[in-house]
Nanobody
Framework: VQLQASGGGVVQAGGSLTLSCKAS????????VGWFRQAPGKEREFVGF???????TFQDSVQGRFTISRDKVRGMVTLQMNSLKPEDSAVYYC??????????????????WGQGTLVTVSS
C-alpha cells in the first residue's frame, strides 16, 4: 500500500485547510487510515482515524474542529481542518492499518505511512 499526502500550506489562525491522502495498491487489506502530526521537537501524535466503513475518532484537542471523510472507490481520505490554531502547526502524516485492534491512537498500530505535508498556522 502506498500513501500520498497533500494539501499542506500556510493559513491564518481561524482559517481552514484540507489535507488529502491517496491510498493505492492493495488497500483492501487495510482497515482504515489515520492522521498524525509532528511539530518540531515533539513526538508524533494522533489526530484522527477513519475506517473504510466510515467510523471516525479524534484526539480531544481537534474534536469539533476537524473532520475526516473517505472515498472508498477512489481510495481517498480527506482531513478537513477548521478553526485552525497556531498549535495545529506541524507536519501531518497519513497512515494505513491492517488490524489496529484498540490502538488506533498509537503509531505502532499502522503498517503503511505516507510522506508528510507541512501545515503552518500563523497567529
Amino acid at each position: 500500500v502506498q500513501l500520498q499526502a497533500s494539501g499542506g500550506g500556510v493559513v491564518q489562525a481561524g482559517g481552514s485547510l484540507t489535507l488529502s491522502c491517496k491510498a493505492s495498491g492493495r488497500t483492501f487489506g487495510t482497515t482504515g487510515v489515520g492522521w498524525f502530526r509532528q511539530a518540531p521537537g515533539k513526538e508524533r501524535e494522533f489526530v484522527g482515524f477513519i475506517t473504510w466503513s466510515g467510523y471516525t475518532t479524534f484526539q480531544d484537542s481537534v474534536q469539533g474542529r476537524f473532520t475526516i471523510s473517505r472515498d472508498k472507490v477512489r481510495g481517498m481520505v480527506t482531513l478537513q481542518m477548521n478553526s485552525l490554531k497556531p498549535e495545529d502547526s506541524a507536519v501531518y502524516y497519513c497512515a494505513a492499518t491492517r488490524a489496529p485492534g484498540s490502538g488506533v491512537t498509537t503509531t505502532g498500530a499502522y503498517d503503511f505511512w505516507g510522506q508528510g505535508t507541512l501545515v503552518t498556522v500563523s497567529s
